[in-house]
């Protein structure tokens, strides 16, 4: 459950598509929540961000991610399926940077589990984020806090 | 006892490398203090280590052909 | 913004990529909450749900809808664009029979935001729903509380 | 004056069609006696109105050639 959730650049809306398929088997799950992030074109300090560099830590990834599918379907016990994509590499302002989907057998469980697959996924996952600007300077975010 | 370490996010970016081996180490101690004669801007940043892709938050015993990992505060998303 | 809210027959995930282009116009638009409600296989009194049957006040749905935007758009001000697609007509158990799609500048509005639309979408909308199961039989839904 | 009226959800499976033409109606109340007659079982049932595309609460006055939709409580999603 937990292969392909790095994706070398954007993650595509045909990636997302893909996910979903999996989840016709669960006939018993009346809701899907899905997140979608993309990189923003923020300014800061002045300066246009124009891609975002993820870089990872794949085999910690793979490992705690199975880690917070666990703990998430222990907290909502109705939720049916989890996938998770994130990106590494570069992805540009406007593009996917990661997707979460999660069914689960009514919304409330659904819509609850992915929010806190996406918190868990910015704070247990060792991926690494540099901002790249449109001078082509860059840095590095520290901003999630565990 | 030799170790592989990796530095990852802005580490990677001051050490000029992914990952470095360390030879002749006597204890995780010993790792601490070579790392830090070789990239003394380290001491400006925090971050978490893991050993054999398993995050730990104690001094690790460390025996030969470990894998160490350094890992500033992640910010995926 | 509110055109072609309701669907003949299940939401296929065609129209719900089609909205989710759309969204490409909003850069700023830094996450996007998308929820899916599918027909369940309940059993009800030992029968099982083969499908649900909607019928809608058309002109009404229209209106309503826009009433619903407005107000969580107020009550979310960091959200772009909202987007909303219901059945009419036959939806088998397994298909979906509705989606809504919410961007926002940041993650948080966008899912509170399309928490709040489902939620309004159930009970402001103009719309029944009648159970048909396996034997033929029916029953019309009157669970939505206003 | 002639009003049409709409039979949403159930209320429609118990009339037997989507719509009704009343004629002769003096009044919204004398048009809820005139459904009362024709449909005896809606009494069981509870709905709100909308006249013209526009749900109201109160018992509305009616003119010639306004629409009456009579709504069950909506069970949409």
Redesign the interface.
């Given at each position: 459950m937990s292969e392909n959730i790095l994706i070398e650049g954007p993650v595509s809306q045909a990636v997302i598509l893909n996910g979903l398929d999996g989840f016709n088997q669960y006939p018993d799950a009346g809701g899907i929540s899905i997140f979608i992030g993309k990189v923003r074109n923020d300014v800061v300090s002045g300066k246009y961000v124009q891609a975002i560099e993820y870089s990872a830590y794949e085999a910690l990834v793979i490992k705690e991610a199975e880690k917070i599918f666990s703990s998430v379907k222990e907290e909502f016990p109705e939720v049916k399926l989890i996938k998770v994509f994130h990106s590494v590499g570069i992805v540009n302002a406007g593009e996917i940077s990661m997707a979460a989907i999660v069914a689960a057998i009514h919304r409330d469980q659904a819509m609850q589990a992915c929010k806190k697959i996406v918190e868990l996924v910015k704070v247990k996952l060792p991926i690494w984020k540099k901002e790249i600007y449109t001078d082509l300077t860059y840095m590095w975010k520290q901003d999630n806090l565990a | 006892m030799e170790i592989k370490v990796?530095f990852?996010?802005?580490l990677?970016?001051i050490a000029k490398t992914g990952f470095k081996h360390y030879r002749n180490i006597t204890s995780f101690h010993d790792l601490e203090h070579r790392i830090e004669d070789d990239y003394p801007e380290f001491v400006h940043y925090t971050y978490r280590i893991?050993v054999n892709?398993e995050?730990t938050d104690e001094k690790p015993d460390l025996k030969d052909g470990d894998q160490v990992?350094l890992?500033?505060?992640?910010?995926?998303?």
């Open positions: - | 990796f990852f996010g802005i990677g970016d893991a892709n995050i990992a890992m500033p505060p992640f910010s995926g998303g």
